[in-house]
Protein backbone atom coordinates (compact mmCIF):
# COMPACT_ATOMS: atom_id res chain seq x y z
CA UNK A 1 0.00 0.00 0.00
CA UNK A 2 2.98 2.48 0.82
CA UNK A 3 4.30 1.37 -2.79
CA UNK A 4 0.78 2.38 -4.34
CA UNK A 5 1.10 5.58 -2.56
CA UNK A 6 3.85 6.92 -3.57
CA UNK A 7 3.92 6.17 -7.09
CA UNK A 8 0.45 8.30 -6.84
CA UNK A 9 1.94 11.12 -5.85
CA UNK A 10 4.72 10.81 -7.97
CA UNK A 11 3.20 10.84 -10.41
CA UNK A 12 0.72 13.92 -9.43
CA UNK A 13 4.09 15.76 -8.73
CA UNK A 14 5.36 15.11 -12.61
CA UNK A 15 1.78 16.36 -13.71
CA UNK A 16 2.43 19.65 -11.81
CA UNK A 17 5.87 20.11 -12.53
CA UNK A 18 4.62 19.76 -16.10
CA UNK A 19 1.81 21.88 -16.00
CA UNK A 20 3.82 24.51 -14.35
CA UNK A 21 6.95 24.51 -16.65
CA UNK A 22 4.58 24.42 -19.49
CA UNK A 23 2.56 27.79 -18.07
CA UNK A 24 5.61 29.44 -17.15
CA UNK A 25 7.33 28.94 -20.32
CA UNK A 26 4.60 30.51 -22.42
CA UNK A 27 3.12 33.54 -22.73
CA UNK A 28 2.68 31.84 -25.77
CA UNK A 29 -0.43 30.01 -25.32
CA UNK A 30 -0.15 27.59 -28.58
CA UNK A 31 3.17 25.94 -26.94
CA UNK A 32 1.58 22.72 -27.01
CA UNK A 33 0.11 23.35 -30.37
CA UNK A 34 3.85 24.08 -31.70
CA UNK A 35 5.36 21.73 -30.03
CA UNK A 36 4.31 18.53 -31.42
CA UNK A 37 3.70 20.06 -35.08
CA UNK A 38 6.52 18.91 -38.14
CA UNK A 39 8.69 21.49 -38.85
CA UNK A 40 7.43 23.51 -42.23
CA UNK A 41 9.15 25.17 -44.82
CA UNK A 42 9.39 29.17 -44.28
CA UNK A 43 6.60 30.56 -46.35
CA UNK A 44 7.89 32.89 -49.08
CA UNK A 45 7.39 36.43 -48.19
CA UNK A 46 4.19 38.52 -48.73
CA UNK A 47 4.35 39.45 -52.28
CA UNK A 48 4.24 43.08 -52.81
CA UNK A 49 1.55 45.49 -53.74
CA UNK A 50 1.67 47.50 -57.23
CA UNK A 51 3.75 50.27 -55.28
CA UNK A 52 6.78 47.72 -55.31
CA UNK A 53 9.57 49.61 -55.98
CA UNK A 54 12.51 47.72 -57.36
CA UNK A 55 15.93 47.63 -56.16
CA UNK A 56 17.86 50.65 -57.87
CA UNK A 57 20.73 48.56 -59.59
CA UNK A 58 18.38 46.65 -61.32
CA UNK A 59 16.32 49.45 -62.88
CA UNK A 60 17.12 50.21 -66.26
CA UNK A 61 20.33 52.44 -66.81
CA UNK A 62 22.96 53.18 -69.18
CA UNK A 63 26.00 51.96 -68.00
CA UNK A 64 29.96 52.02 -68.82
CA UNK A 65 30.70 48.24 -70.28
CA UNK A 66 33.45 47.51 -72.57
CA UNK A 67 32.99 44.47 -74.93
CA UNK A 68 34.22 43.59 -78.00
CA UNK A 69 30.99 42.78 -79.01
CA UNK A 70 29.32 44.84 -81.78
CA UNK A 71 26.14 47.64 -81.02
CA UNK A 72 23.12 45.80 -80.76
CA UNK A 73 24.46 42.66 -79.47
CA UNK A 74 22.56 41.12 -76.02
CA UNK A 75 24.28 39.91 -73.49
CA UNK A 76 22.50 37.91 -70.55
CA UNK A 77 24.74 37.91 -67.52
CA UNK A 78 23.32 35.05 -65.97
CA UNK A 79 25.01 35.10 -62.24
CA UNK A 80 24.58 38.73 -61.54
CA UNK A 81 21.03 38.84 -62.80
CA UNK A 82 22.00 41.39 -65.84
CA UNK A 83 21.11 41.73 -69.36
CA UNK A 84 22.97 44.25 -71.50
CA UNK A 85 21.77 45.90 -74.71
CA UNK A 86 25.21 47.29 -75.98
CA UNK A 87 24.99 50.88 -77.20
CA UNK A 88 28.33 51.11 -78.71
CA UNK A 89 30.57 53.83 -77.54
CA UNK A 90 32.08 51.79 -74.51
CA UNK A 91 28.43 51.87 -73.34
CA UNK A 92 25.38 49.53 -72.83
CA UNK A 93 21.69 49.71 -71.55
CA UNK A 94 21.52 47.47 -68.72
CA UNK A 95 18.42 45.96 -66.80
CA UNK A 96 17.68 43.78 -64.07
CA UNK A 97 16.56 40.30 -65.26
CA UNK A 98 15.22 37.03 -62.91
CA UNK A 99 17.45 33.98 -64.61
CA UNK A 100 16.50 29.65 -64.40
CA UNK A 101 16.43 28.34 -61.18
CA UNK A 102 19.95 25.65 -59.74
CA UNK A 103 19.41 23.19 -62.72
CA UNK A 104 17.70 25.23 -65.20
CA UNK A 105 20.20 27.87 -66.20
CA UNK A 106 22.49 27.56 -69.53
CA UNK A 107 24.22 29.25 -71.64
CA UNK A 108 25.34 29.69 -75.45
CA UNK A 109 25.15 32.01 -78.26
CA UNK A 110 21.47 32.13 -80.47
CA UNK A 111 19.40 35.24 -82.16
CA UNK A 112 16.27 36.38 -81.99
CA UNK A 113 14.05 34.01 -84.02
CA UNK A 114 10.90 35.85 -83.14
CA UNK A 115 9.04 38.78 -81.50
CA UNK A 116 5.80 38.16 -80.20
CA UNK A 117 3.63 41.14 -78.26
CA UNK A 118 1.15 39.81 -75.45
CA UNK A 119 2.40 35.97 -76.22
CA UNK A 120 0.30 32.59 -75.99
CA UNK A 121 1.83 30.48 -73.91
CA UNK A 122 1.24 26.61 -74.63
CA UNK A 123 4.20 24.72 -71.57
CA UNK A 124 6.29 22.19 -73.44
CA UNK A 125 6.01 18.84 -72.44
CA UNK A 126 8.68 18.78 -70.27
CA UNK A 127 7.25 21.12 -68.06
CA UNK A 128 3.69 19.54 -67.78
CA UNK A 129 5.76 15.79 -66.99
CA UNK A 130 7.05 18.18 -63.77
CA UNK A 131 3.85 20.05 -63.85
CA UNK A 132 1.11 18.43 -64.71
CA UNK A 133 -1.21 21.16 -62.64
CA UNK A 134 -0.56 23.67 -65.08
CA UNK A 135 -2.74 24.56 -68.15
CA UNK A 136 -2.01 23.00 -71.60
CA UNK A 137 -2.33 26.34 -73.36
CA UNK A 138 -2.58 29.85 -72.10
CA UNK A 139 -3.80 32.80 -74.03
CA UNK A 140 -1.93 35.85 -73.84
CA UNK A 141 -2.56 38.98 -71.56
CA UNK A 142 -2.25 40.08 -68.29
CA UNK A 143 -2.20 37.08 -66.31
CA UNK A 144 -0.20 35.21 -68.60
CA UNK A 145 3.39 34.01 -67.68
CA UNK A 146 4.58 35.11 -70.73
CA UNK A 147 3.96 38.95 -70.01
CA UNK A 148 3.51 41.39 -72.35
CA UNK A 149 6.23 40.75 -75.01
CA UNK A 150 8.93 37.84 -75.79
CA UNK A 151 11.33 37.31 -78.09
CA UNK A 152 12.32 34.00 -78.68
CA UNK A 153 16.10 32.53 -78.78
CA UNK A 154 17.37 30.40 -82.22
CA UNK A 155 15.02 27.08 -82.49
CA UNK A 156 14.92 26.83 -78.30
CA UNK A 157 12.12 26.31 -76.17
CA UNK A 158 14.37 29.32 -74.05
CA UNK A 159 12.73 33.16 -74.65
CA UNK A 160 13.46 36.69 -73.00
CA UNK A 161 9.71 37.38 -72.13
CA UNK A 162 8.08 39.83 -69.25
CA UNK A 163 6.51 38.79 -66.20
CA UNK A 164 3.88 40.92 -63.94
CA UNK A 165 6.05 39.52 -60.78
CA UNK A 166 8.44 42.67 -60.76
CA UNK A 167 9.39 41.52 -57.43
CA UNK A 168 11.35 38.09 -58.78
CA UNK A 169 13.41 40.22 -60.91
CA UNK A 170 17.18 39.60 -59.26
CA UNK A 171 16.39 36.22 -58.37
CA UNK A 172 16.86 32.50 -59.66
CA UNK A 173 12.92 31.81 -60.56
CA UNK A 174 12.65 30.51 -64.22
CA UNK A 175 12.60 27.20 -65.82
CA UNK A 176 15.50 28.52 -68.22
CA UNK A 177 13.66 31.54 -69.77
CA UNK A 178 15.10 35.20 -68.71
CA UNK A 179 12.28 37.43 -66.92
CA UNK A 180 12.24 41.16 -67.33
CA UNK A 181 9.13 43.67 -66.28
CA UNK A 182 6.90 44.11 -68.75
CA UNK A 183 8.29 47.91 -69.01
CA UNK A 184 11.39 46.57 -69.53
CA UNK A 185 10.71 43.81 -71.97
CA UNK A 186 8.87 46.25 -74.04
CA UNK A 187 11.95 48.62 -74.19
CA UNK A 188 14.38 46.21 -75.21
CA UNK A 189 11.68 44.64 -77.41
CA UNK A 190 11.20 48.04 -79.59
CA UNK A 191 14.84 48.42 -79.86
CA UNK A 192 15.76 44.86 -80.71
CA UNK A 193 15.25 43.00 -84.65
CA UNK A 194 15.04 39.67 -85.81
CA UNK A 195 17.79 37.83 -86.14
CA UNK A 196 19.40 39.81 -83.80
CA UNK A 197 22.85 38.17 -81.48
CA UNK A 198 22.00 36.95 -77.81
CA UNK A 199 24.91 36.20 -75.65
CA UNK A 200 23.95 33.90 -72.83
CA UNK A 201 26.57 33.19 -70.03
CA UNK A 202 26.72 30.50 -67.70
CA UNK A 203 26.88 30.65 -64.10
CA UNK A 204 30.03 30.03 -63.65
CA UNK A 205 31.00 33.43 -65.26
CA UNK A 206 30.39 35.54 -62.42
CA UNK A 207 32.36 38.30 -62.40
CA UNK A 208 32.55 42.08 -60.50
CA UNK A 209 28.64 43.58 -62.15
CA UNK A 210 28.84 47.38 -62.58
CA UNK A 211 26.55 49.13 -59.67
Known sequence: MTTIRVF???AIAAVLATTTSVTSASANRFFLFR????????????KPGPGYDMP?????QIINYSTTE?????????????LYLVLG????????IGVGRDGFTWSGVHRVSQ?????DWTPPAEMLRRRPDLPHFMKGG???????RAMYLGSTMYRIHGSNEPWTIGGQVSSGCIRMTNED???????????????????????????
Request: hydrophobic content about 35%; proline content about 10%.
Open 185 to 211: IADLYSRVNVGTKVIVLPMTARHAAVR
Open 8 to 10: RAG
Open 115 to 119: KREWP
Open 89 to 96: NGQALRYG
Open 142 to 148: PDNPLGA
Open 35 to 46: LFQPNEPQAEST
Open 56 to 60: AHLKR
Open 70 to 82: APGTIIVDTPNTY
